[in-house]
């Protein structure tokens, strides 16, 4: 199970963080978005030794972190624009599914990520 939290509303060349609490241990936890009438699209993923991989259009203002203490995956966003308005979604593998390295990425789809948060709308006004 996934909880989400953070997002909401804030201005253009603003900054949100988003959090994920999972309720155990996944390999491979990650953030995805969804515009209004758009395909998913990935964001990042990161395995639970924090090695992280991003899809290249994201990497210069979105940072995915991850603290095991607490279970929970960050996804922080800076420079936001009103194109990133989206419901974003966490998702991670099943804690019996080893999914690591070239399997833990953020391309759409990832048949092992099967874990979906509830979604969190992030608006962006300019």
């Known amino acids: 199970q996934l909880v989400q939290s953070g997002g909401g509303s804030v201005q253009a060349g603003g900054s949100l963080r988003l959090s994920c609490i999972a309720s155990g241990y996944s390999y491979c936890l990650g953030w995805f978005r969804e515009e209004s009438g758009e395909e998913r699209e990935g964001i990042a993923t990161?395995?639970?030794?924090?090695?992280?991989t991003y899809v290249e259009s994201m990497k210069a203002r979105f940072t995915i972190s991850i603290d095991t203490s607490k279970k929970t995956v960050y996804l922080e966003m800076n420079h936001l624009q009103p194109n990133d308005t989206a419901i974003y979604y966490c998702?991670?593998?099943?804690?019996?599914?080893?999914?690591?390295?070239?399997?833990?990425?953020?391309?759409?789809?990832?048949?092992?990520?099967?874990?979906w948060g509830q979604g969190t709308l992030v608006t962006v006004s300019s």
């Open positions: 998702a991670a593998a099943s804690p019996h599914r080893v999914v690591t390295g070239s399997f833990c990425h953020p391309g759409v789809p990832n048949e092992y990520l099967d874990l």
């Open positions: 990161i395995e639970w030794t924090g090695s992280a």
